[in-house]
């Protein structure tokens, strides 16, 4: 009988660990059902809508009429705040305008840019919050919900944007700004489009559609990862960074380092001690690395480009555009293309993070290449430059422009080594 009654103990007090294990929104999935008279069961969100309503973060409800319009549009302040309280920030409503303080910590977390976000900075003369207490554009919650991705998801998780690109019928279409994010939420199955295949960026989203990108951005099990296409003539990788044989940092004491083989003395190669600018020549021994190897050269009928985009020092990172004109526009109506280390544009257009690899298209032929040109720069967080670069491949001239040193000049080189067709 007492070994009975141990046994029974063990067993309740292993039930009770096991009940405090279970998630808070869990716990409750049978207590709130979804009971709205406009709901059907067999509504495409309804699972959604359940796991929404179960969360005890509380992030939605319904209307007092106990409806909850699913195809009513919703506001950007709201979606706003659904973001903020999803992310775990805890917020009280503002004094004069509720959503003020969810604003102001979605601007200070990243999930709203007011550098970037126009349509939402929208002001009125007599209401500077007027763009927010508009109903939210599809293409404005794939900025916001892309940038709170970021927080929460590793770099490794993202695949081939530009294969994912492939799966947005109107991609085209759509402002090379708002590509990036809307191609994240893409491809971790956030969001997948309409039936035809189109984002429609311009779409107004309804209750019913937000409610099921809250719930994939919490919930990775209800993602919808759609398969990248299989191209017949698949584009060439960037080559393996570990193939570069580049050289490992290394700390030589008293500030002093050496990256990517260069070394960087910050007491002679500062020339602006109140800026930290790097000085014109200590940068042109990075922008030789990076020169190292980049090429030019044609794959299935069209120009390509490829390099490796070096490190730096610690505080300084890369300004670098590769420019392409053309002779007539190319199949995208495109009269050129420009590839960018600046964040905030298309994924077709960015280049990788410093120490990366990159093989990317030009998207067109080289015989439709009327010029093509590089800007670098070495800039500090604080965007402080000693000076810059400029390389015209068809003018064969290499342009050093120095802030501080006086370390300009203007010389011919041959441009050969750069282009392999």
């Known amino acids: 009988m007492k070994k009975l009654r141990n046994s029974m103990v063990k067993i309740l007090t292993l039930a009770v660990l096991i009940v405090s294990l279970v998630p808070a929104w869990a716990e409750s999935t049978n207590v709130n059902t979804v009971s709205f008279p406009d709901v059907p069961k067999n509504a495409w969100y309804f699972e959604d809508l359940q796991y929404i309503l179960n969360d005890s973060r509380q992030i939605f409800s319904g209307y007092p009429d106990g409806t909850f319009k699913p195809n009513d549009t919703l506001t950007a302040d709201m979606y706003i705040k659904l973001i903020v309280t999803v992310m775990g920030h805890k917020v009280e409503n503002g004094k004069e305008y509720w959503a003020s303080t969810y604003i102001q910590k979605a601007i200070e977390e990243g999930y709203v840019d007011p550098s970037s976000d126009s349509w939402l900075m929208r002001k009125m003369p ?159 021994e990075f922008v030789g690395v990076f020169l190292e190897y980049l090429k030019f050269y044609e794959h299935n009928g069209k120009a390509r480009v490829r390099g490796y985009i070096p490190e730096l020092p610690e505080g300084y990172e890369w300004g670098i555009a590769i420019h392409c004109n053309f002779h007539n526009a190319n199949e995208r109506g495109q009269w050129g293309h420009g590839l960018l280390t600046d964040e905030g544009f298309s994924p077709e257009q960015t280049l990788p993070k410093p120490g990366r690899t990159f093989d990317m298209s030009i998207n067109t032929n080289k015989e439709n290449i009327k010029s093509i040109y590089i800007n670098f720069e070495v800039i500090t967080t604080y965007g402080a430059s000693g000076g810059n670069f400029y390389i015209s491949l068809n003018l064969k001239k290499y342009s050093r422009y120095d802030e501080v040193g006086g370390h300009s000049l203007v010389e011919v080189f041959d441009p050969r080594g750069f282009v392999e067709w």
């Open 126 to 284: 007599d209401d500077q919050y007027y763009g927010y207490k508009q109903p939210i554009r599809r293409v404005d919650m794939a900025q916001i919900t892309g940038r709170a991705l970021d927080k929460i998801s590793d770099e490794s998780e993202y695949r081939d944007p530009l294969a994912v690109c492939e799966l947005i019928k109107d991609y085209n279409g759509i402002y090379p700004g708002y590509k990036t994010n809307i191609v994240k939420c893409y491809d971790l199955g956030i969001i997948t489009g309409f039936p035809d295949g189109e984002f429609k960026p311009n779409n107004i989203l309804t209750r019913a559609e937000a409610i099921a990108v809250i719930r994939r951005l919490i919930d990775r099990s209800a993602r919808k990862r759609a398969e990248l296409p299989v191209f017949p003539n698949p584009s060439p990788t960037p080559i393996p960074v570990a193939e570069l044989n580049r050289p490992e940092k290394k700390d030589l004491g008293n500030g002093v380092v050496e990256v990517e083989g260069v070394k960087f003395d910050p007491e002679t190669d500062i020339v602006n001690k109140s800026t930290n600018a790097m000085g014109i020549l200590k940068a042109e």
